[in-house]
């Protein structure tokens, strides 16, 4: 990645359940400072009883049905976000805290959703982290489509 900028056609979404709310406040802040679309699936309050999916999986299915381009899921460890998200068809999601998987996820796999821990990674490892995966594109080749391919036709989706 060469900049710290985001392609600013994308529309970004953003969600977590408490664990990962206050990265996705600042993720948020960081985002929209740099003139990316960010809409913002939840929770918009601090709440230790609230459960992931019921801000995940809203902010799948939106990536999902293209209503957004790529999606950004936070909990605490980032696992609970990518199992809601994985639930969705159409979706590849990964828990990743590093940059070189961020940009070639998306290079490689198509990855759409980012998941992350908000108790596991620090705010600037996590931004660019976003930004890495923000501003990678999909390779599109035949060994890459075809790799998807095969995923598709295990699961059915």
């Keep these: ?74 909990c605490g460890s980032g696992v609970g976000a990518s199992l809601a998200a994985s639930a969705v068809p159409g979706i590849r ?14 290079e490689d796999d198509n990855l759409n959703i980012l998941c992350m821990g908000g108790q596991i990674i620090g705010k600037e490892t996590a931004l660019e982290n976003v930004l890495a995966f923000l501003n990678a594109s999909f390779k599109n080749t035949e060994r890459y489509i075809n790799r998807l391919r095969k995923i598709e036709s295990y699961t059915g989706r």
């Design 1 to 74: 990645m060469k900049s710290r900028t985001t392609h600013t056609t994308l529309k970004v979404g953003l969600a977590s359940d408490h664990g990962g709310f206050e990265l996705k406040e600042w993720l948020k802040e960081q985002l929209t400072a740099s003139s990316a679309e960010v809409i913002d699936f939840g929770n918009s309050i601090y709440d230790s009883d609230d459960d992931y999916p019921d801000f995940i999986i809203p902010l799948a299915e939106a990536v999902a049905t293209g209503q957004i381009d790529r999606g950004i899921a936070l």
């Design 93 to 106: 999601a990964a828990v990743i805290h590093d940059f070189y998987s961020a940009w070639q996820g998306v």
